[in-house]
């Protein structure tokens, strides 16, 4: 499994928007947001190189469906 994000870094990104407020969980969520992200692309992407054939997903499949999956999931 993969190491998250240390909180401390994710707290110092966020606190650089001074003029936003920030509740105390807000860095998990974040987190939280970022690992679902991850694996709705994995997914794609692995339908893409599916689609084409393909046992490992290459490059060229994570950035053909990232294009769609970030228009998607800017709500």
Not at 6 to 12: D, G
Not at 49 to 68: G, L, M, N, Q, Y
Request: with cysteine; proline share 3%; aromatic share 2%.
């Amino acid at each position: 499994m993969l190491k998250k994000a240390p909180r401390s870094c994710l707290k110092s990104l966020m606190k650089k928007k001074a003029h936003i407020r920030i509740g105390t969980n807000a860095d998990l969520m974040v987190q939280l947001n970022v690992l679902l992200f991850l694996r709705c692309l994995a997914e794609e992407s692995r339908a893409k190189a599916f689609e084409e054939r393909t046992a490992t997903i290459k490059p060229h499949h994570v950035k053909a469906v990232s294009k769609k999956l970030l228009k998607r999931s800017r709500g």
